[in-house]
């Protein structure tokens, strides 16, 4: 059976909790070549393929979103982390649904 991520966001949602204020925990798995081209202003960056050897820079008592470039990466960041104990939320279709209005930052 598939693991199925227990809780999901969109990239709307996340916009509009960033412009309340909301103080979010966001990890972008996407490659640097890729996190150059604009990333979410205050996620930290960790590629998908260092993630095991890294997880461990993350607060584990802290909700976190994963985001990548389409929401596949993020799934599987989402399942590795999960299985080491971190509460986490898929970013559903990824930054390639972030809204121009939402500006990424380079």
Not at 25 to 36: H, I, K, T, Y
Not at 71 to 82: F, K, M, P, T, V
Not at 84 to 90: A, F, I
Request: negative net charge.
């Amino acid at each position: 059976m598939a693991f199925k991520i227990p809780k999901e966001i969109t990239p709307q949602e996340v916009a509009e909790q960033l412009k309340q204020g909301k103080d979010l925990m966001m990890l972008d798995v996407r490659e640097s070549a890729e996190w150059v081209e604009g990333h979410v202003k205050g996620a930290v960056h960790i590629p998908l393929g260092q993630l095991m050897q890294r997880y461990i820079e993350l607060d584990e008592s802290q909700e976190v979103i994963i985001m990548c470039r389409s929401g596949n990466r993020s799934g599987l960041a989402c399942e590795l982390l999960h299985e080491k104990g971190y509460k986490v939320v898929n970013m559903t279709g990824g930054l390639s649904e972030w809204s121009d209005s939402n500006k990424l930052v380079r």
